[in-house]
């Protein structure tokens, strides 16, 4: 078949090889393949090839499936054996059977897992396919792939002795709970298969599980062939045949069940019109991919200095605090040793009127989104510190880990706006909350609620915290705003022509490309400015001891080294030291005549 857009399953079993080599060709390929992020469920067909790109959200037990399986006419008599993968169900015609007995069926296992649309991902991501490789191409048509007249039955049906519900291979989970009954049922199923299953008692927010709001977001079952060397909360591109037959809602609940079995069952088994199942064939790690990239690199103090100009416009004409936003949002973990976490960069601007400029925050992160490719806002008020759920925990009524605010993908900035935070009594959950923000701020880890104990999750979300006086998180890298007059006096003019400067596409477009370049840039402290760095550490500590401890070199070398990657330089220099150096004295001083 010439058109990948025409591969059927029986297609690439019998042509896998050829098959794998014109996906691993050229990428020009894989945007031929509609998106299930982009084109509606409906629009697709049973068995057709597409791809999804999104974040692994939670992983379920191991599914034992026919790899091949034996089918046999009634009518003749004669026997043929067919493939079971890529597939949720046996393929048969009116007058043939599964041989469920036969000694030549085999069984195999497939890893399974629930992935979503990628939380926080901004609009000019999702839509501009250059900017962020790979991604779905939303101006695609589907087109149908040719599908059989057949009868279907689940295609673990007969592994397990001919029971309908598949087989579980790890150890079962006690319940303790039954969940209480939704007024929100789901849609989407066939009157079929409605018939066949008890009454629905999970809702639509609760099947989809999403971490923070996504607009037209998405969830599917994966199901994985090879081993899957993947883990929670990464990022892939999957390119797969879904499945979308109605029935596979239905077939693994029975009238005998419980509300409790029953939520369970529908949690796994959700309508495929609501969440269908990929079968994937190739899977990808989502990586930036950004054009003239080498063009970008040869001008980035050029870039950095247009960047540096909006950001200190919109931080009241503070130069100092535009520099620390800049190098914050560049910032990724390289390192990780015990509790030692470096390239951490967390950030807490203070110091600005709430009173005066009560939209700063939501103007200052409308900006952002426009050229950082994922973000989130936390309005940390003290309502939502006790009511929200941050951490991610495990249900075992449904036997799933449903989702927090902090489950997010990698280098996806939360930014905590605390300029609603009033004093009040903390509940229990809100000092979890609490707990959870300062750990990962400071260790950049979170730990997941398993009920009975907690299991640590390494993360790499950058925290940017805005709040009128100090955070009441611990931050250690605070930078009080040294207000310019002029500048206060015309701020809201100064927020629309930062929105005008930012109209001009190519230069948007250098600041995306800019922060991600930056971002994965290799760099080289380099063994000459050692010594320097110490004497002027030294020579630091003596000034105010109170503020500069020995951790504080951690903190001042990550920042040098930022400092130089914003510039586009790959080592550290002396000049670059000396200035990152003068840069955090001024900060010091700022924050000593605020005590």
């Known amino acids: 078949m010439s058109n990948i857009r025409d591969w059927t399953v029986e297609y690439y079993v019998q042509s896998k090889e050829?098959?794998?080599?014109?996906?691993?060709?050229?990428?020009?390929?894989?945007?031929?393949?509609?998106?299930?992020?982009?084109?509606?469920?409906?629009?697709?067909?049973?068995?057709?090839?597409?791809?999804?790109?999104?974040?692994?959200?939670?992983?379920?037990?191991?599914?034992?499936?026919?790899?091949?399986?034996?089918?046999?006419?009634?009518?003749?008599?004669?026997?043929?054996?067919?493939?079971?993968?890529?597939?949720?169900?046996?393929?048969?015609?009116?007058n043939e059977d599964v041989d469920l007995h036969s000694s030549k069926n085999t069984s195999s296992e497939r890893q399974t897992?629930?992935?979503?649309?990628?939380?926080?991902?901004?609009?000019?991501?999702?839509?501009?396919?250059?900017?962020?490789?790979?991604?779905?191409?939303?101006s695609l048509s589907a087109k149908a792939a040719p599908v059989s007249s057949t009868n279907k039955r689940a295609l673990d049906d007969g592994v397990g002795g001919g029971e309908d519900e598949p087989m579980d291979t790890t150890e079962p989970v006690l319940k303790k709970e039954k969940p209480s009954e939704s007024s929100e049922p789901v849609a989407g199923a066939s009157d079929a298969a409605d018939q066949l299953r008890p009454k629905v008692i999970v809702s639509k927010d609760h099947l989809l599980n999403f971490p923070v709001p996504i607009v037209d977001g998405k969830a599917c079952i994966v199901k994985f062939y090879d081993d899957n060397p993947y883990k929670l909360n990464q990022v892939l591109d999957i390119i797969g045949f879904v499945s979308l037959d109605?029935?596979?809602?239905?077939?693994?609940?029975?009238?005998?069940?419980?509300?409790?079995?029953?939520?369970?069952?529908?949690?796994?088994n959700p309508p495929a019109s609501m969440v269908p199942r990929l079968h994937a064939i190739k899977i990808r790690k989502v990586v930036p991919k950004i054009p003239n990239g080498?063009?970008?690199?040869?001008?980035?103090?050029?870039?950095?200095?247009?960047?540096?100009?909006?950001?200190?416009?919109?931080?009241?004409?503070?130069?100092l605090a535009a520099d620390y936003v800049i190098c914050h949002l560049i910032s990724r973990i390289?390192?990780?040793?015990?509790?030692?976490?470096?390239?951490?960069?967390?950030?807490?601007?203070?110091?600005?009127?709430?009173?005066?400029?009560?939209?700063?925050?939501?103007?200052?992160y409308d900006i952002l989104t426009s050229f950082v490719t994922k973000t989130h806002l936390f309005e940390?008020?003290?309502?939502?510190?006790?009511?929200?759920?941050?951490?991610?925990?495990?249900?075992?009524?449904?036997?799933?880990?449903?989702?927090?605010?902090?489950?997010?993908?990698d280098s996806t900035h939360l930014i905590i706006d605390e300029t609603k935070l009033i004093a009040g009594k903390i509940s229990p959950?809100?000092?979890?909350?609490?707990?959870?923000?300062?750990?990962?701020?400071?260790?950049?880890?979170?730990?997941?609620?398993?009920?009975?104990?907690?299991?640590?999750?390494?993360?790499?979300?950058?925290?940017?915290?805005?709040?009128?006086?100090?955070?009441?998180?611990p931050c250690v890298m605070q930078v009080p705003i040294k207000v310019d007059e002029e500048t206060e006096k015309t701020y809201p003019q100064v927020v629309e022509a930062a929105k005008q400067f930012l109209k001009d596409d190519q230069r948007l477009a250098n600041f995306q490309g800019y922060l991600e370049l930056m971002r994965g840039k290799e760099f080289k402290l380099?063994?000459?400015?050692?010594?320097?760095?110490?004497?002027?550490?030294?020579?630091?500590?003596?000034?105010?001891?109170?503020?500069?401890?020995?951790?504080?070199?951690?903190?001042?070398?990550?920042?040098?080294?930022l400092m130089s990657l914003s510039y586009g330089e790959d080592s550290l220099s002396y000049d670059r030291w000396k200035q990152t150096f003068e840069i955090e004295n001024e900060r010091l001083g700022r924050l000593s005549q605020r005590k």
């Open 18 to 94: 050829l098959c794998d080599s014109i996906l691993e060709s050229n990428d020009d390929v894989l945007r031929e393949i509609p998106s299930l992020n982009y084109l509606p469920v409906h629009s697709l067909q049973d068995g057709q090839l597409v791809r999804f790109s999104g974040m692994i959200q939670d992983m379920y037990n191991p599914e034992l499936y026919f790899e091949s399986y034996q089918v046999k006419n009634l009518d003749t008599g004669a026997t043929s054996m067919r493939s079971g993968m890529y597939r949720d169900t046996v393929k048969c015609l009116a």
């Open 113 to 138: 897992c629930v992935m979503i649309s990628i939380p926080g991902l901004n609009e000019w991501a999702r839509e501009s396919g250059p900017k962020l490789e790979p991604t779905g191409d939303g």
């Open 246 to 268: 109605p029935m596979l809602s239905a077939l693994t609940v029975d009238e005998s069940m419980d509300e409790v079995e029953v939520a369970e069952a529908q949690t796994h």
């Open 294 to 319: 080498p063009s970008i690199i040869s001008k980035a103090s050029l870039i950095r200095s247009d960047l540096h100009l909006v950001l200190s416009q919109l931080l009241f004409g503070d130069s």
């Open 334 to 364: 390289y390192t990780r040793k015990d509790y030692l976490c470096l390239g951490n960069f967390p950030l807490n601007i203070t110091g600005f009127s709430v009173d005066k400029f009560n939209n700063f925050t939501r103007d200052f």
């Open 380 to 409: 940390c008020t003290l309502d939502n510190l006790n009511s929200l759920s941050l951490v991610p925990r495990k249900d075992y009524d449904c036997n799933r880990l449903t989702s927090g605010i902090l489950q997010l993908s």
């Open 429 to 473: 959950s809100g000092k979890q909350n609490y707990q959870a923000i300062t750990d990962l701020i400071k260790f950049q880890k979170i730990s997941y609620d398993f009920k009975y104990y907690t299991m640590e999750y390494e993360t790499d979300i950058p925290v940017l915290i805005l709040s009128e006086a100090k955070s009441f998180v």
């Open 526 to 561: 380099g063994d000459d400015i050692s010594d320097v760095i110490q004497q002027d550490f030294v020579a630091l500590r003596r000034t105010d001891s109170k503020l500069v401890n020995a951790d504080s070199l951690h903190g001042l070398i990550v920042f040098a080294r």
